[in-house]
């Protein structure tokens, strides 16, 4: 049975306990919308036709590095019921746990707390389902602090779209989950590089596509 929080069933986080999200790397990110609703806009001959509320979402993912001026952002994509996104943590003057800057060709560094962790990583799994996404881990984090974290950066994200998209349409919510990959090399950057940028034109293939 699922443990609890505040007395509330959860389920368990799938983020990597032995692995500090505030460390410098490139993470792939997928965030949807509630049911999936194509609150972004549509799809017109491979081409993504932002609405409204797509315009806020992709105005408030350029903006995450004046909230958080040690995000690089990367490729990014709005599609109807869901954005793809590149974020490169990219902290001065820390400790390396990986280099965060992709033009440096520099990645996250496989080294877990017990050195027995399978890091395989296959770069095709970038398009795997989505449909049960890890929800945010409510147990407290190994490395301290996490106000300066990946799951802050998507959460003030969230929030920024949410409260302007609810001025035009009050039904507005995100799934309460998101997913993300943490980018170990060159050959699975840019594999996720190119599947963000042709997400548009493959959208009738997409998994998300309903």
């Not at 992709?102 to 799994?125: H, I, Y």
């Not at 950057?189 to 997400?199: G, P």
């Amino acid at each position: 049975m699922p443990e609890k929080f505040q007395n509330k069933y959860r389920i368990p986080s799938a983020r990597a306990t032995w692995w500090d999200y505030g460390s410098n790397a490139p993470y792939f990110v997928t965030i949807c919308t509630s049911r999936s609703i194509h609150y972004f806009g549509k799809v017109i001959d491979g081409t993504m036709r932002l609405s409204a509320i797509g315009l806020i979402a992709q105005q408030c993912w350029n903006e995450i590095p004046l909230h958080f001026p040690f995000v690089i952002l990367d490729e990014f994509v709005v599609m109807p019921n869901h954005i793809h996104g590149i974020i490169i943590i990219n902290k001065p003057n820390i400790y390396m746990q990986s280099a965060g800057n992709v033009k440096t060709q520099n990645f996250a560094s496989p080294n877990s707390s017990n050195g027995t962790q399978d890091f395989a990583s296959s770069a095709s799994n970038e398009t795997q389902d989505f449909a049960s996404l890890p929800a945010e881990n409510h147990t407290k984090n190994k490395f301290g602090p996490q106000s300066k974290n990946l799951a802050s950066i998507i959460r003030g994200f969230k929030i920024g779209v949410t409260k302007s998209a609810r001025l035009s349409n009050p039904d507005f919510a995100w799934q309460p989950r998101y997913h993300d990959r943490i980018i170990r090399d060159e050959k699975a950057y840019e594999n996720i590089a190119n599947y963000i940028r042709n997400n548009p034109k493959n959208w009738k293939k997409d998994k998300f596509h309903q």
